[in-house]
């Protein structure tokens, strides 16, 4: 694909997804207030709230937005399915599979997350998930269908 026409897509997919970008970059900075700091990552296409300090750990892609409670995304971290015992994979980058996310919030927009919740949540269930996982794996397939 020509670069411009990459671009665009990814301008139309940034503006399609800016309701959930919204509600993210409103908790990124609430987060502030509590220690969490400020990141862009021109890569992932997002921007990054490290140090988030609510949640069990990990990150929560909403959008364009990451929200992380470590201090970097380019840490190692488990599968779904290996933290569910279904694999013996080997670790991957968070950095990844949250960029996965970015790129099926860019394509679904405002129906990612009513389409992420009806197919698990949270979860190795999750075909969101596991396609994160395999992008974050493999470079590719992100796309959860």
Not at 116 to 137: K, M, P, Q, T
Request: a positive charge.
């Amino acid at each position: 694909m020509p670069r411009a026409a990459l671009r665009v897509l990814q301008v139309l997919g940034v503006a399609w997804t800016l309701p959930n970008t919204l509600a993210g970059l409103l908790l990124g900075v609430f987060g502030l207030a509590f220690g969490a700091h400020l990141h862009a990552r021109r890569r992932d296409l997002a921007i990054v709230f490290h140090r988030w300090p609510w949640g069990p750990g990990g990150a929560l892609t909403l959008g364009n937005v990451i929200l992380h409670t470590g201090d970097t995304l380019d840490s190692p971290c488990m599968t779904y399915a290996h933290r569910d015992g279904q694999g013996n994979e080997a670790s991957i980058v968070l950095a990844d599979h949250e960029r996965a996310h970015v790129f099926q919030y860019m394509v679904l927009g405002p129906l990612f997350l009513p389409l992420y919740l009806a197919c698990g949540g949270i979860s190795v269930r999750n075909r969101f998930e596991r396609a994160a996982d395999h992008y974050a794996r493999h470079g590719h397939g992100w796309w959860p269908w």
